[in-house]
């Protein structure tokens, strides 16, 4: 198992940037992926963006395209998510997860941190 710890959230006016961190620790090993997916109130969990822990692959969902970015510091087991010109539609709660595959579902990570809250003021 490997445990998740989410750090970085907090209150930002709308065009502003936030940086998430997640540090792992645990069976680190067993990570292909982490990612980063995010859920409003009365809306499902959604799928933000990703990075290929050995291989450096991303991938982003097309809300957060140009606006964010994920990255990763393997030395220190830690995953970041850059977040810019932030607008009122990016407030939720983020969740940082790991797994063995690459993806953008879900359900295909298996570990999953607390969750952060972000909040955008217009």
């Known amino acids: 198992q490997v445990q998740l710890v989410e750090s970085g959230g907090g209150l930002v006016q709308a065009g502003g940037s936030l940086r998430l961190s997640c540090a792992a620790s645990?069976?680190?090993?067993?990570?292909?992926?982490m990612g980063w997916f995010r859920q409003a109130p009365g809306k499902e969990r959604e799928f933000v963006a990703a990075i290929y822990w050995s291989a450096g692959l991303i991938m982003y969902a097309d809300s957060v395209k140009g606006r964010f970015t994920i990255s990763r510091d393997t030395a220190k087991n830690t995953v970041y998510l850059q977040m810019d010109s932030l607008e009122p539609a990016d407030a939720a709660v983020y969740y940082c997860?790991?797994?063995?595959?690459?993806?953008?579902?879900?359900?295909?990570?298996?570990?999953w941190g607390q969750g952060t809250q972000v909040t955008v003021s217009s």
């Open positions: 645990g069976r680190t090993s067993s990570m292909r992926a």
């Open positions: 997860a790991a797994g063995p595959v690459y993806s953008d579902i879900w359900s295909r990570y298996d570990d």
